[in-house]
């Protein structure tokens, strides 16, 4: 049986991940990765939203882009899990605010807009899990998973913090995040990192759905 050794670990509950309800906003290198792990984990409803299309710069990170350059992403990995739902839609402030987050259990955001990130954490911290900067890093062990208030050693986290609190969001939800110093100043990934960042935000998921 497909799922035969994961449901061994959590018995009764596996009941919960078949039928939970999973929001994955990006599907570059952290949410790829988180993507896969979460139908490996027996996840029957996940909803997919990116606008992306693969590129040759995502094959050292982005799952499957190898074999769908210039294909939108959502429908390129409709192939590989077919049973997901896709959107294909540019997630931006608006979009938050417009988009029905109710019928999901949990909502991940593997974006890097930062009005949509804040956005996201106003309308539905309860639900939320949010990855912070996995580029420009190159120890997998750095990576880290905390309430938003003590999350550190993040640029991109340190900048949400402040616009949190200028916003007068005093709420939790947890992030991924890392406190390695970053290596360069230009765009830089390895997918140890990346990887890793999709890895805990679908292990995060996990917990959430069976803890209810």
Same mark, same amino acid.
């Given at each position: 049986m497909?799922?035969e050794?994961?449901?061994?670990?959590?018995?009764d509950?596996?009941s919960?991940?078949?039928n939970?309800k999973?929001?994955?906003?990006g599907?570059g290198g952290?949410?790829?990765?988180?993507?896969?792990c979460?139908?490996?984990?027996?996840?029957?409803?996940?909803t997919? @939203?990116?606008? $992306?299309a693969y590129? !040759? %710069?995502?094959?050292n =990170?982005?799952?499957w882009?190898?074999?769908?350059e210039?294909?939108v992403?959502v429908e390129?990995?409709?192939?590989?899990?077919p049973?997901i739902?896709v959107i294909?839609?540019?997630i931006?402030?608006?979009?938050v605010?417009?988009f029905d987050?109710?019928?999901?259990?949990?909502v991940l955001?593997?974006i890097?807009?930062t009005?949509?990130?804040?956005?996201?954490a106003?309308k539905?911290?309860?639900?939320?899990?949010?990855?912070f900067?996995?580029?420009?890093?190159?120890?997998?062990?750095k @990576?880290?998973? $905390?309430d938003?208030? !003590? %999350?550190h050693?993040? =640029?991109?986290?340190?900048?949400?913090r402040?616009?949190?609190?200028k916003?007068?969001f005093?709420?939790?939800?947890?992030?991924?995040?890392s406190?390695?110093?970053?290596?360069?100043?230009?765009?830089?990934?390895?997918s140890?990192?990346t990887?890793?960042?999709?890895?805990?935000?679908c292990?995060?998921?996990?917990?959430?759905?069976?803890?209810?």
């Open positions: 497909r799922y050794r994961i449901k061994t670990l959590f018995g509950d596996f919960k991940l078949q939970a999973v929001l994955l906003l599907v952290v949410g790829g990765h988180c993507l896969d979460l139908s490996r984990s027996g996840v029957e409803h996940i997919i @939203v990116d606008f $992306d590129d !040759k %710069s995502n094959q =990170r982005q799952m882009s190898e074999l769908h210039g294909e992403k390129a990995l409709k192939k590989h899990y049973h739902e294909n839609a540019k931006d402030e608006q979009w605010w417009d987050f109710e019928p999901y259990n949990v955001d593997a890097d807009d009005k949509a990130k804040l956005a996201l106003q539905c911290y309860k639900k939320l899990i949010s990855s900067g996995s580029a420009k890093r190159v120890d997998p062990t @990576v880290h998973v $905390d938003i208030w !003590k %999350s050693g993040d =640029r991109f986290g340190s900048k949400i402040y616009e949190l609190k916003r007068g005093k709420k939790k939800y947890r992030v991924i995040f406190t390695e110093h970053a290596k360069v100043k230009e765009k830089g990934s390895f140890a990192v990887g890793t960042f999709g890895l805990v935000m292990a995060e998921a996990v917990k959430k759905i069976v803890s209810k």
